[in-house]
C-alpha cells in the first residue's frame, strides 16, 4: 500500500492535523468557552479526539462526552467558542514537518494546490495567512463553502470544479476517515498521515492508498514529469 504512486493535476489538502497542528488553540479556545459556561474543563487528549468533524461538532462533543447539554446550550456556546477562537486563532499553531518543502516543491511542478477543510472560513482563512500558507493554494474549500461537510464528497468535487481538473486527476492527503471518505465518494486516491488527530481512530485502520509518517513523504507517492 505504501508504494503507491500517483501522477495527479491537482492535490488536495486537509487542513488540521495534516497541514497544521492547531489542537492548541482548539483547546484553549474550548476551554475559555467552558469556563465562561461555568462546564468543567477538557484536556488535550480529550479536545485531541474531539477534533475532525467542524467547529460546532468539536463544541457539542465539548459538553455532552460525559454530560449533556439542551440543542439551545449547544447554539450559545458555539457562539461563545467562536469569541473565543478569534482571540487565539493561530496564536500556538504550528507548520507540521516537511509541510512546507511539499508545498513548495509541488508548486515549482505546478501541480495545481487546495484546502479542503471543515473549519468555518471566517478563521481558515486568516490563519493560512498568519502561517504564511496562503500564497501555495489555489482554492480553498472551508467548513461553510457549501451546505455539507466532509465526509461528503461533494466538497471535493467543489475543489477539483474551482481547480478545473477532473477528480481522477486529484489525489487527496488528509488525517481522518472524513478525508478517506470524501475520497472515496468523490473517486480520488487518499493518503493519510499518521501524526494527526483522526478523532480518536487509529489510523492505520482507516482504508486508504498509504500512510505518511511525515509530510515530506508524499513526494514519495507522485512521479516526476
Not at 487528549?45 to 459538553?63: A, Q, T, W, Y
Not at 493519510?192 to 508524499?218: K, Q, R, W
Request: net charge negative.
Amino acid at each position: 500500500m505504501s508504494g503507491r504512486r500517483f501522477a495527479p493535476r491537482a492535490v488536495l489538502f486537509d487542513l488540521d492535523g495534516t497541514l497544521l497542528d492547531t489542537v492548541g488553540d482548539l483547546a484553549e479556545a474550548s476551554n475559555r468557552m467552558l469556563a465562561e459556561l461555568s462546564r468543567p474543563l477538557r484536556s488535550l487528549d480529550e479536545i485531541h479526539s474531539f477534533v475532525g468533524k467542524g467547529l460546532p461538532n468539536l463544541v457539542r462533543r465539548c459538553l455532552t462526552e460525559g454530560g449533556d447539554a439542551t440543542e439551545a446550550e449547544i447554539e450559545r456556546a458555539i457562539t461563545v467558542f467562536r469569541r473565543h477562537y478569534a482571540e487565539v486563532n493561530g496564536q500556538t499553531t504550528r507548520i507540521y514537518p516537511g509541510v512546507t518543502e511539499v508545498l513548495e516543491d509541488l508548486r515549482q511542478r505546478r501541480i495545481k494546490l487546495a484546502v479542503v477543510t471543515n473549519k468555518a472560513g471566517d478563521f481558515t482563512l486568516p490563519l493560512l495567512a498568519r502561517m504564511g500558507l496562503s500564497s501555495f493554494f489555489d482554492a480553498v474549500v472551508s467548513g461553510d463553502t457549501l451546505a455539507v461537510k466532509k465526509p461528503d464528497p461533494a466538497v471535493l468535487h467543489h475543489a477539483c470544479e474551482l481547480l478545473q481538473v477532473e477528480a481522477g486527476d486529484a489525489l487527496m492527503i488528509g488525517d481522518s476517515q472524513n478525508d478517506a471518505l470524501a475520497a472515496r465518494g468523490a473517486g480520488i486516491p487518499v493518503l493519510l498521515v499518521t501524526y494527526g488527530y483522526s478523532e480518536g481512530m487509529p489510523v492505520d485502520s482507516i482504508e486508504c492508498d498509504g500512510l505518511l509518517s511525515n509530510a515530506i513523504h508524499v513526494l514519495d507517492h507522485i512521479d516526476r514529469p
